[in-house]
């Protein structure tokens, strides 16, 4: 038999700890328990001043989510009704699952980006232009046979052809209660939508708001200028990269990470600690922001190469099999790599053709 070498653990797989640890004047961290693929906690930061507390990002739908929540607050000197603010850096359910139940305990604003929303939010208009949507960048163009990104739950099969994400039961159940009764499940309703260089005072200062979008088409960061902090949520990771699907709004999701990053890397010297939402603060943020984007431009690179040594057209569940490792393969897996793979055939490196439902792909001549 042959030993098996075992995988290090990354920064954001680490489990949560109960500490409470102040970062910089009226910030502190707190990490929640959560059990999802590759992520063993979430920081769900605190912010002081003379009002009580804000809380950024409080974590999953679920009673020991609310559990843990409600400790750290008590252990930082905060009864609940002190909250009154909620931060939701955007719309994954380990970020903005708290934040309903957390309100209905405490009466506090919910604040997001103004792209924020849910797949299941009943308040959103069935068939919505894209050019219409707060925060999307699309441009039209006739030769282009679209891709359907519309509503769909996340089991069901994907635009390219390929199988949707294999789920349990209960979680479907929840998903499909979700959409039908939002309020019942506690689906946050945001009530301060900040839009690009807004501000909001937290921690007793003014933080500007960075639309980032890329991970989801709505992620929320905030700098501090004064004591120059950024709240990072998803958009930059210590260790990992984050994911970049292909369902999104924007026509080209990758590309629009890549801009993000750009924006994000702006900052450069003035961000003297970054908060990201899994892993530890970290400082040189313009760094990462790079580091990240030549990993995904060696994802590019990988299946330019993958076509030319194919000679034919793949699909996108093929082209995965070369760019993620076995243990990774799946809808997450082929979803990131349908997002390069349409990168590059906006860019004018491959083409597209549909194959029974099926989208296949190939470097130009």
């Known amino acids: 038999m042959t030993d098996q070498v075992a995988r290090p653990r990354k920064q954001e797989q680490e489990p949560a700890t109960t500490d409470i640890t102040e970062l910089a004047p009226g910030v502190l961290r707190s990490e929640l328990p959560i059990s999802m693929p590759g992520l063993g906690h979430v920081n769900c930061y605190l912010l002081e001043d003379e009002r009580?507390?804000?809380?950024?990002?409080?974590?999953?739908?679920?009673?020991?989510?609310?559990?843990?929540?409600?400790?750290?607050?008590?252990?930082?000197?905060?009864?609940?009704?002190?909250?009154?603010?909620?931060?939701v850096t955007h719309s994954?359910?380990?970020?903005?699952?708290?934040?309903g139940w957390l309100r209905s305990q405490s009466g506090a604003d919910i604040v997001t980006h103004s792209s924020f929303h849910l797949m299941w939010d009943?308040?959103?208009?069935?068939?919505?232009?894209?050019?219409d949507m707060p925060g999307v960048a699309h441009t039209p163009d006739p030769t282009d046979d679209e891709v359907d990104r519309g509503k769909r739950f996340p089991w069901q099969p994907t635009p390219w052809g390929g199988p949707g994400?294999?789920?349990?039961?209960?979680?479907?159940?929840?998903?499909?209660?979700?959409r039908a009764f939002p309020r019942m499940r506690k689906m946050p309703v945001p009530s301060v939508r900040l839009e690009e260089a807004d501000t909001i005072k937290l921690a007793g200062r003014d933080w500007v708001a960075v639309h980032t979008p890329g991970h989801t088409d709505d992620p929320l960061c905030l700098f501090d200028p004064v004591e120059g902090c950024m709240l990072c949520g998803?958009?930059?990771?210590?260790?990992?990269?984050p994911h970049i699907g292909g369902?999104?709004?924007f026509r080209d999701p990758l590309g629009t990470f890549f801009d993000s990053l750009d924006k994000i890397g702006s900052y450069g010297p003035q961000v003297k600690l970054a908060l990201p939402a899994h892993g530890k603060p970290f400082a040189d943020?313009?760094?990462?922001?790079?580091?990240?984007?030549?990993?995904?431009?060696?994802?590019?690179?990988?299946l330019r190469d993958t076509s030319v040594e194919l000679s034919r057209p793949a699909s996108v569940m093929e082209m995965s099999t070369h760019l993620f490792s076995a243990r990774a393969q799946g809808a997450m897996a082929d979803s990131e790599t349908f997002?390069?793979?349409?990168?590059?055939?906006?860019?004018?490196?491959?083409?597209?053709?549909?194959?029974?439902?099926?989208?296949?792909?190939?470097?130009?001549?």
């Open 165 to 178: 994400i294999n789920m349990p039961i209960r979680r479907k159940m929840w998903f499909r209660a979700a």
């Open 92 to 99: 994954h359910p380990d970020h903005f699952g708290g934040a």
């Open 234 to 241: 998803d958009h930059v990771l210590p260790t990992i990269t």
């Open 247 to 249: 369902l999104g709004s």
């Open 122 to 131: 009943s308040t959103e208009a069935p068939d919505v232009d894209i050019e």
């Open 285 to 302: 943020l313009a760094g990462r922001a790079q580091e990240i984007k030549e990993h995904h431009a060696g994802r590019l690179q990988k």
């Open 52 to 87: 009580g507390v804000a809380v950024v990002d409080p974590g999953l739908p679920s009673k020991d989510s609310y559990v843990a929540l409600e400790a750290r607050l008590k252990s930082a000197g905060y009864p609940l009704k002190r909250v009154h603010t909620i931060i």
């Open 339 to 365: 997002a390069h793979l349409e990168h590059l055939r906006l860019a004018g490196e491959m083409e597209r053709v549909n194959h029974d439902g099926v989208l296949e792909y190939v470097l130009t001549d």
